[in-house]
T-cell receptor, first 114, second 117 residues
Framework: NAGVTQTPKFQVLKTGQSMTLQCAQDMNHNSMYWYRQDPGMGLRLIYYSASEGTTDKGEVPNGYNVSRLNKREFSLRLESAAPSQTSVYFC?????????????FGDGTRLSIL | AQTVTQSQPEMSVQEAETVTLSCTYDTSESDYYLFWYKQPPSRQMILVIRQEAYKQQNATENRFSVNFQKAAKSFSLKISDSQLGDAAMYFCAYRSYYTGTASKLTFGTGTRLQVTL
């Protein structure tokens, strides 16, 4: 009964380092999403994957890459971390084309880049 | 593109009282969904309530209800009999009805609710 699981929960990086945030869901959802949350700005969509094998840019994709490894897993990679990427990152998942079905969120990853 | 505005950065309510959080949105679409999510200090994003734009009846979930005014593009959340556990950040979110193969959400900036004794 895990829902959406994100790892790690906390991470500190130095500028220029790379990092992959992992996300897995066990609800058989088709679609998965990555958001970042910054103070005073709500959640903003970075990338999403409508279904296995597809990925698309969201509102703030610069500096990130994603991989939809299989139906369960969707990872977010920072190739060369920058202080502006300090944020809390949320992964979410939902069914596709199911009217009104809400997204289910993981517990977030707090990422600090020095 | 759709936008969601929450004009109250912070609100405070006494335990057992009622509080209303405001949300307005801008869209040219006629069919869509609106959500309220709660984020307690634990950082979890918890769905509170959902409203379908094509339904005139306001959604209710126990102590939580909405006032959905489609013409005014307003979607406020009313919390009745407030409890200490209601203290959290509340986010309003919009989802298009016709989103192809994904259900992307557009979030407001949030309202932090404090509950006092």
């Amino acid at each position: 009964n895990a829902g959406v699981t994100q790892t790690p929960k906390f991470q500190v990086l130095k500028t220029g380092q790379s990092m992959t945030l992992q996300c897995a869901q066990d609800m058989n959802h088709n679609s998965m999403y990555w958001y970042r949350q910054d103070p005073g700005m709500g959640l903003r969509l970075i990338y999403y994957s409508a279904s296995e094998g597809t990925t698309d840019k969201g509102e703030v994709p610069n500096g990130y890459n994603v991989s939809r490894l299989n139906k369960r897993e969707f990872s977010l990679r920072l190739e060369s971390a920058a202080p502006s990427q300090t944020s809390v990152y949320f992964c979410a998942s939902s069914f596709v084309n199911r009217a009104g079905q809400p997204q289910h969120f993981g517990d977030g990853t707090r990422l600090s880049i020095l | 593109a759709q936008t969601v505005t929450q004009s109250q950065p912070e609100m405070s309510v006494q335990e057992a009282e009622t509080v209303t959080l405001s949300c307005t949105y801008d869209t040219s679409e006629s069919d869509y969904y609106l959500f309220w999510y709660k984020q307690p200090p634990s950082r979890q994003m918890i769905l509170v309530i959902r409203q379908e734009a094509y339904k005139q009846q306001n959604a209710t979930e126990n102590r939580f209800s909405v006032n959905f005014q489609k013409a005014a593009k307003s979607f406020s959340l009313k919390i009745s009999d407030s409890q200490l556990g209601d203290a959290a950040m509340y986010f309003c979110a919009y989802r298009s009805y016709y989103t192809g193969t994904a259900s992307k959400l557009t979030f407001g900036t949030g309202t932090r609710l404090q509950v006092t004794l």
